[in-house]
């Protein structure tokens, strides 16, 4: 699903930007030339001779953190030419448990696989920072990658267990790239410059009057989208208002500087910016980006051109990224663990680990039809203790063990380890391999008598992971395919996006979640913003985000006071990908219905079809009958009840009342508990541990809590092959041991039948 050609990137972006309903296609081989090139005559610099600025790291506060006696994370920075040349330093600021080990705990540092410096770690009470100072000869205009490995024990225990408490955190708001060279204005590259606030978030800020705050929005969601794909970071955060934010940050400006909706700070920024994408340093380490345009037709062709010129390389820099650190499931394959990124090294510690992620697709069932298998090459030491074992975790479940005790020794040739398939889900899931490895002389725990040199456990980086076929049908409710792959939103066609209040703070909270729903697809999404509720009759899929308390699932939709609610009819907030129904729409639907009309006039009877004809009807029909049986009730789920005050915010699918559609409801109490519940949610650890049929976060702990549906269904099934079905049924059945086992019985009956009762009332049959 993730090694996909880039072309899947640009037509998401096309779809989104170029709406065939309203306004005519530019496609960006043939946008006018003065669009292509609108990018400003000269760059400027802010900085003075000598400034210091850091560069901040891509990666967020959680993919900085080093746990266990044994552990590394790569982190990157941007470069210019320019910067290059300048040379600088790479600083790195971090704390570390109280209970590491000073005598030898050692941070080493690598910079693009060339080591750099050798580091203690001593700083358990406050931060310290270290600046590595790094020659031009050793940097790469693009991206460079630090590599930080934290080699750390115990102060007084020894045990395993106490190896889960070491820790050494890498602060994402000092740590980077220092360098002397600004970033330079009109360089949209500069983007990936910018700094995060204090709460550790990438904030983007739309400029925009609290009045008339709809249009921009509406004007400026492709923009926002195709920037966190830019940013490729997971922990953006989108505010609302009509005065410059603080602090580092984007402020985006979207329009032209005739509109008298926009606040007069921002007509100012666009009246002195160039026509298209153009972006400027401001103080404080802030960035100012325009995206000035006299309509909406031409702000998709600029937008267009600058996905197809200068962020084009820029995205792919951030697709091979992705593709390079998980592995694909939805194609079955074998892989090993040095593709995505695995080094092979020896351990000489109590408590191995390393993890993987797999991308399972939108629409895989988990059953217990095939497993994922691990084969393992590993060697352990001779004088190991009794305990000595391997364990697997997924998705941080225990799924498989291995014992590795052998007072000789053992080494490991590609040993199978079978990992169910129920354990995974669809979207993200993280694979953990821990080996435990105690010795006698940990029982001791003398620091003094540890011998690093020797190694314990060896794990080659040729160890493989196999992907079977997976059976492929679509379940509902799945957040963890939601937060996953933005299932069911991240295809071609358009949704809508309610919000119960046209307040800055409501639409700041839906431009975050959809920008990180579009990290997760991969592309911008073709969204729709409304501001109301939904219709129950409506077909379209519909994410509904409401602070004003929860949103009723049933048919009539009663309001508080028992009143009925009128869906949608407030204001329609059309984005850049989908328009309003027009003239030409509505005529456009007209045909349609005078299409099907003249298909159903003109039907071949049955017996005048196809042979293909009717193969494909038969499976058609199959797949809704198939459809049908695979609801199934879930097994073995404990109640979990939340009170309804300790609700900060929740999320859940449900089926619309009255039709097919799906809503995925986001409520709150109010714009205080949604704000803050968004920026938890939407964080890199929360976003991908969703999961089940509703997930809620405490207000007491700010903790997520996963509530299992009492049922799933299950979308149409669009590979109808008979090897998907088969599939398909050995995972019903699975689900379902009952009804297999009373299967078994009966054919194993009817078969008793037909032998003892049949076949002697047949007689023997004699041939002359």
């Known amino acids: ?174 740590s ?101 994408l153009f972006v400027r340093q401001n103080n404080g380490g ?37 593709e390079g650190s998980a592995i694909d499931g939805a194609t079955p394959a074998t892989h090993a663990l040095s593709d995505v990124g695995y080094r092979t090294a020896p351990f000489a510690g109590r408590l191995f680990q390393t993890s993987f992620t797999v991308i399972m697709p939108s629409d895989f069932y988990p059953g217990d039809y095939a497993t994922v298998d691990l084969h393992l090459n590993a060697a352990t030491a001779p ?63 003398d620091p003094s008598t540890r011998d690093e040199a020797r190694s314990r456990f060896l794990m080659l980086q040729e160890t493989t992971v196999t992907i079977p076929p997976l059976a492929r049908a679509g379940r509902l409710p799945d957040l963890a395919a939601f937060a996953g792959t933005s299932f069911p939103f991240k295809g071609s066609t358009g949704f809508d996006v309610f919000v119960d209040a046209a307040t800055p703070s409501r639409l700041g909270s ?58 949608f009819i407030t204001d329609a907030l059309t984005t850049a990908s989908v328009a309003g129904q027009s003239e030409d729409s509505r005529r456009l639907s007209d045909s349609e219905a005078l299409l099907s009309a003249f298909q159903v006039e003109t039907r071949l009877e049955e017996d005048q079809r196809s042979l293909k004809s009717r193969a494909t009807s038969w499976f058609a029909e199959a797949s809704t009958t198939v459809n049908r049986w695979l609801s199934y009730k879930e097994i073995g789920r404990d109640d979990i009840h939340v009170d309804s005050r300790d609700r900060m915010i929740s999320v859940r699918q449900v089926r619309a009342p009255e039709s097919d559609a799906v809503w995925t409801i986001v409520a709150a109490s109010d714009e205080t508990s949604l704000a803050s519940g968004m920026s938890t949610l939407t964080g890199p650890a929360t976003w991908m541990s969703l999961e089940g049929g509703e997930a809620i976060i405490r207000h007491s702990d700010s903790k997520l809590v996963t509530l299992q549906p009492d049922a799933y269904s299950f979308f149409p099934i669009t590979d109808t092959s008979p090897a998907n079905l088969r599939r398909l049924a050995a995972a019903w059945l699975s689900d379902n041991f009952v009804v297999y086992v009373a299967l078994v019985v009966i054919l194993m009956g009817g078969f008793g039948w037909w032998v003892g009762y049949i076949v002697p009332r047949k007689g023997v049959r004699t041939v002359e």
């Open 1 to 174: 699903m993730l090694k996909r050609d880039l072309s899947c990137f640009l037509c998401g972006v096309a779809a989104l930007l170029v709406s065939v309903q309203a306004r005519p296609t530019i496609a960006a081989g043939l946008a006018p030339a003065e669009l292509v090139a609108a990018t400003p005559p000269a760059a400027s610099t802010h900085a003075s001779a000598g400034s210091r600025r850091t560069l901040p790291f891509r990666q967020s506060a959680g993919d900085m953190r080093l746990e266990g006696e044994d552990a590394a994370r790569e982190l990157s920075f941007h470069l210019s030419p320019d910067q290059v040349a300048g040379g600088g330093a790479v600083r790195l600021s971090y704390l570390n448990a109280v209970s590491v080990l000073p005598d030898d705990a050692v941070l080493d540092v690598e910079l693009n696989g060339e080591p750099l410096e050798t580091l203690p770690i001593r700083s358990p009470n406050g931060p310290m920072t270290h600046d590595l100072p790094v020659a031009a000869a050793k940097l790469v205009p693009g991206w460079n990658t630090v590599r930080i490995r934290a080699r750390q024990h115990h102060r007084i225990d020894c045990s395993v267990d106490a190896s889960y408490e070491l820790w050494t955190q890498i602060d994402p708001l000092v």
């Open 176 to 276: 980077g790239f220092v360098t002397t060279v600004e970033p330079k204005d009109g360089d949209l590259a500069s983007l990936l410059s910018v700094g995060r606030n204090g709460d550790g978030a990438t904030e983007i800020r739309l400029i925009a009057s609290p009045e008339t705050s709809q249009a921009t929005v509406r004007d400026s969601l492709s923009v926002v989208q195709t920037l966190a794909l830019v940013l490729g970071r997971s922990d953006l955060a989108v505010t609302v208002g009509a005065e410059e934010g603080l602090g580092p940050g984007i402020d985006l400006y979207v329009g032209d500087p005739s509109r008298m909706d926009l606040p007069q700070s921002a007509r100012d920024t666009l009246a002195g910016a160039p026509r298209g």
């Open 383 to 445: 004088g190991l203790s009794p305990g000595t074992q391997l364990l697997v975790r997924v998705n941080e479940r225990a799924v498989a063990t291995q014992v590795l005790y052998n007072p000789e020794g053992m080494t490991l040739k590609d040993k199978p380890l079978e990992l169910p398939l129920r354990s995974f889900h669809p979207g993200v899931n993280h694979v953990r391999i821990l080996a435990e490895l105690p010795t006698a002389a940990d029982k001791a725990c």
């Open 510 to 567: 839906a431009l975050t979640l959809l920008t990180r729903m579009a990290i997760s697809a991969g592309h911008p999404l073709p969204a729709e913003i409304r501001i109301g509720r939904p219709d129950p009759r409506a077909p379209t899929d519909a994410l509904v985000i409401t602070a004003s308390g929860d949103m009723p699932e049933n048919a009539s939709l009663e309001g508080r006071k028992g009143e009925r609610l009128q869906p």
């Open 286 to 322: 802030r960035l100012a980006l325009t995206m000035r345009a006299s309509n909406t037709s031409e702000l998709q062709s600029l937008l267009l051109a600058a996905v197809n010129g200068p962020l084009l390389p820029l995205i792919r820099a951030n697709r091979a990224q992705a």
